[in-house]
Structure formats: C-alpha cells, structure tokens
C-alpha cells in the first residue's frame, strides 16, 4: 500500500483560459510598451534619458520583441516545458539589456534633488542578480519538467 504525501501539496495551474488572458495581456503590454518608446510620446521626450539612449534601444526592443513572441506562441500553446524554455530565453535576453543599460547608464539627473543614480543603479543590480537567479531556476524547471506528472 502506497502511504499518503504529507511533503504539501502541489501548486495547481490556472486554466488554459487564465493562462491565455494572461499571455494576451503580456502581448498588449509590450506591444504599447513598443508604442511609447518609439511612437508617442517616444524616449526622447523623458527628460532624463540621455542620447546615448540609443545605444541600448536595439537590445531593449530585442528583450521586449523576445517577450510579445513567447507569449504569442504560448496562446497557442503552452506545455510546461515549453514555457520554461521560453521563459529562459525572454530573461536571457532581458539579462543582456539590462547590462547593457549598467554599461551605457543612458540616465543624466543633474538638477534633481534626489540622488535617482544611486536609486537607478540598485535597481539595475537587483534585476541583474533576478535575472541571473531566474535563469538558473528556469533550467532547473527546464530539466525537470519531462519528469512531472500531470
């Protein structure tokens, strides 16, 4: 006889229709995300972002681009492994923008009364630690899906 688990129990998954709302949502998001940066009012009206801006825009848009074309294809479908490995891919790309924008700091907040710098940069390294601690776990569930059992 099979004793009971008492280790908790499993996290259930939303439906495949919260889940598609869901990604929709992510779509729309970004895809005004997109909008706003470079439509209207676009980056270049944010007072403290700088011209250098635009070195960074290129992977900017690649991490945002990435995110609307994993959720797309999740709407379609969504299998576990599937959003692990998409999941992976969207942070790695995020990782790589977010160095970028540590590098280039394409911020200028002179004359503020507030040290945003300091704040901007903490911020960057929390998302870059995040990101770091997010891909990891991202492969874990990668590698340990085919396992699961539904």
């Known amino acids: 006889m ?3 688990r008492t280790t908790g129990t499993a996290a259930r998954r939303p439906t495949g229709a919260a889940r598609r709302v869901g990604y929709s949502f992510a779509v729309l ?3 005004l995300l997109l909008v706003l940066i470079h439509g209207w009012p676009g980056w270049e009206t944010v007072p403290f972002l700088t011209p250098e ?3 960074v825009l ?3 848009n690649a991490s945002i681009v990435v995110g609307i074309a994993a959720n797309v294809v999740y709407l379609v479908v969504d299998p576990l492994w599937l959003r692990a490995l998409g999941d992976v ?3 790695v790309v995020g990782l790589v923008a977010t160095v970028a924008v540590w590098r280039v700091f394409p911020f200028d907040f002179t004359g503020w009364s507030f040290d945003w710098t300091l704040v901007i940069r903490i911020l960057l ?3 870059i630690v995040g ?3 997010g891909i990891i776990t991202g492969i874990a569930r ?3 899906v085919p396992g699961r059992h539904r």
């Open 125 to 127: 390294v929390v998302a």
């Open 29 to 31: 998001a970004n895809g």
């Open 142 to 144: 990668l590698v340990t």
């Open 2 to 4: 099979n004793a009971p």
């Open 131 to 133: 990101s770091a601690i």
């Open 89 to 91: 891919m969207v942070t």
């Open 58 to 60: 290129p992977l900017v």
């Open 53 to 55: 801006t635009v070195e």
